[in-house]
Every structure is written in C-alpha cells, then in structure tokens.
C-alpha cells in the first residue's frame, strides 16, 4: 500500500545532539513538507521541498535542516541550535498537480533529555 | 501568510448531540482542507472544499465553504465516540501549494 512511513516514532535526545527524522513515501508525490506540532497547538511549517534538490524554509526553519537527494527522502535534522526541540513532529506529502489533498505520515515524537 | 482561525478551541457534546466547528481566513482561500487527528498520530484527511458555496458530506460529517471562501464550518449530526480527536483546518494558496493550519479544535464526546 502506498503511504508515508515516518520513523522513529519516539525519539530521545540529549541537550547538545543533533538527530535526524526520516519521512519516506512511495506514492510518487513530488511535494513534502515537514510540520512541527505543540501541545494543543495547530501544525507549523518547517521546510518545504517541491522537487528533488530543492527546498525552501517555512515559518520556524531556525534549528532544522533538511535534505531532498531522493524523491522518495526528506529527512529533517534537528540540530543543537533549535532550543526548544521536544514537539510532534509529521511529515506530509502531495502532488504538486491537482487537488489530490495532503498525505500526512504518523508522526515522530521527539523529547530532549 | 493565510491566516487561520478556528473556533472553538474546544467542545464537549454529549453523544448524540450535534456540534459544529469554524474556520475563517484572513484571505480569499483557494482550497481549505478538513483533517482529523487522534492524539500523538498522522492527520486523516476528511475533505477539501475549493469552491464559494460549496457543500461535502461523509458519513455524518459536513463541511461548507462559504460564497466568499473566507470561512468554512465542519458540522457533525448525532455526535459518537468515534467523532472525538482534533479537528484541523489547512488552506493552500494554490494546488499543490504549502498548507498553513489553524490552531485546531479538541472535541471530546461524552458518552
């Protein structure tokens, strides 16, 4: 079946770490974003890739990296310098064409120690 | 960027009782998208609305988008246990386009 596989789905990090989140989809999506979610909050965007080798920053990118090598990849790297790290983080993906809506993966929750 | 607003923050409605959500933009919106989230997982999509006036239902689930596409509603008839979770709405500026969310709804259905 077709979706998009987050992993870990908890994640400890210590003070001073950098960790990397994988999202991968095999729906031949060419979009994929990455959203970070507090506590009875709504979703904020983090970065934002269109095509492969491509990306752009969303609203709170301060503290994250990310990559698109592969179509299938975009993994987020949250390093040392984002000071507030422990949040729901999910990545989605969509067509970049039509109204086909957003697929959204399970989500990675991550807690610094 | 699209501003949302979504109201209540949250509901409790006794089962059975029907109970109705708001979304309302800042802008025009071009599509305005309905999820659904269980705690701690993924977003399910429920439905997107692209047009002024325009009506969906699933189940016992409405959405409306009204004539000048700045403000939408989710309405559930005869809420179940099953209907509890966060309701979020998104909006995209254009398709395939990066979608901003509001700041959800918890509702919580008592049996």
């Known amino acids: 079946d077709g979706g998009i596989t987050q992993s870990p789905k908890y994640l400890f990090r210590k003070e001073g770490q950098n960790v ?20 009875g909050q709504g979703l904020r965007l983090i970065y934002y890739s269109q095509i492969v080798n491509d990306f752009q920053k969303g609203d709170i990118a301060e503290g994250y990296s990310v990559s698109r090598e592969k179509k299938e990849s975009f993994p987020l790297t949250v390093t040392s310098a984002q ?28 807690t610094v120690v | 960027s699209q501003e949302l607003e979504q ?16 979304c ?19 977003l399910i ?13 699933h189940e016992k689930i409405t959405a409306k988008l009204d004539e000048k596409k700045q403000q939408s509603s989710l309405h559930i008839t005869a809420s179940q246990p099953s209907h509890a979770g966060i309701y979020l709405c998104g909006a995209a500026k254009a398709a395939g386009n990066k979608l901003t969310f509001g700041g959800g709804t918890r509702v ?3 049996p």
């Not at chain 2, 800042?26 to 997982?41: A, D, H, I, R």
Request: hydrophobic share 25%; charged share 20%.
């Open chain 2, 24 to 42: 309302t933009s800042s802008k025009t919106l071009y599509g305005l998208y309905w999820y659904k989230q269980k705690y701690g997982e993924g």
């Open chain 2, 7 to 22: 109201s209540p923050q949250s509901l409790i409605v006794q089962e059975g009782k029907n109970l109705t959500i708001n």
């Open chain 1, 83 to 110: 000071k507030n790290p422990t949040a729901f983080y999910l990545c989605a993906s969509t067509p970049r064409q039509g109204d086909y809506g957003y697929t959204f993966g399970s989500g990675t929750r991550l």
């Open chain 1, 20 to 39: 990397t989140l994988s999202c991968e989809q095999n729906l031949n999506h060419d979009a994929m974003y990455w959203y970070r979610q507090d506590p």
């Open chain 2, 108 to 110: 919580l259905v008592k």
């Open chain 2, 45 to 57: 999509f429920l439905m997107m609305l692209q047009k002024g006036g325009e009506e969906k239902s």
